[in-house]
């Protein structure tokens, strides 16, 4: 009984030591406009299309801001010139777990349906090679497309948000220097046309695309990493 009383009393002492290191630190959050102006809108290979730091059309709407309350949601469009295909990188920025709840949000906003996420590692030469990503294809009024989602934070790169309240929490509790994080997505259509209806080609079909997409998304880091402020989005 005393043995019991004691751990209590002890977990309660350090929940309290816990809560006053945390509440002792402020960290300056970001802004939408430093973010826009922060991340690229030419990448060499790729014909600049729109962004949504010159184009209202291209943001996300009210409540994906009202659900999310971030920093900033950052979009950029381009044309492969050499396929043709769109291309799109979004970067959401924040630093309490209610930004990154749920990334389907995101795709609803824009009417994208998503078929067979999954996690998959994408390899990503700027970021340091293989990253773990969460993969899928979609389709939206009859058009197929391939994507990935990734989130960098103090706790390093996750395929998925499970894990960054945690990581979010130790970095505060440790007294790191940042506590932010951002959801990288990237999206690319058409996808391509598998040889057959079967899941041996459809896989194929996907495997060809996410290789196409995590080129286009090492093109789009390297330029980043370029920027004045780009280690804040590449050093996880």
């Given at each position: 009984?005393?043995?019991?009383?004691?751990?209590?009393?002890?977990?309660?002492?350090?929940?309290?030591?816990?809560?006053?290191t945390i509440s002792s630190k402020t960290y300056e959050e970001k802004t939408e406009e430093w973010m826009e102006a922060s991340i690229p809108e030419e990448l060499p290979g790729y014909q600049?299309?729109?962004?949504s730091r010159s184009n209202e059309a291209?943001?996300?709407?009210?409540?994906?801001?009202?659900?999310?309350?971030?920093?900033?949601?950052v979009v950029r469009q381009f044309v492969g010139p050499s396929d043709g295909r769109y291309y799109e990188a979004t970067i959401i920025g924040g630093n309490t777990r209610k930004s990154f709840?749920?990334?389907?949000?995101?795709?609803?906003?824009?009417?994208?349906?998503?078929?067979?996420?999954?996690?998959?590692?994408v390899d990503i030469p700027a970021l340091g090679g293989k990253i773990p990503a969460t993969t899928m294809?979609?389709?939206?009024?009859?058009?197929?497309?391939?994507?990935?989602y990734f989130y960098g934070g103090p706790g390093g790169w996750r395929h998925s948000?499970?894990?960054?309240?945690?990581?979010?929490?130790?970095?505060?509790?440790?007294?790191?220097d940042s506590i932010d994080a951002q959801?990288?997505?990237?999206?690319?259509?058409?996808?391509?046309?598998p040889d057959s209806a079967s899941p041996e080609d459809v896989e194929k079909a996907l495997v060809a695309d996410l290789a196409t997409l995590s080129k286009f998304a090492?093109?789009?880091?390297?330029?980043?990493?370029?920027?004045?402020d780009g280690a804040y989005y590449t050093q996880h």
């Open positions: 009984m005393k043995f019991r009383l004691k751990l209590v009393i002890g977990l309660f002492v350090v929940a309290g030591i816990a809560a006053a600049f299309s729109t962004s291209a943001k996300m709407d009210d409540n994906t801001y009202q659900i999310l309350k971030p920093f900033g949601i709840h749920d990334p389907q949000i995101c795709f609803s906003a824009q009417q994208w349906a998503l078929i067979d996420p999954g996690k998959r590692e294809a979609l389709e939206r009024s009859g058009t197929r497309g391939v994507a990935m948000p499970l894990i960054l309240p945690i990581d979010l929490t130790m970095a505060k509790l440790l007294m790191k959801f990288f997505r990237f999206i690319m259509s058409p996808a391509t046309q090492d093109v789009f880091f390297t330029e980043l990493k370029k920027q004045p």
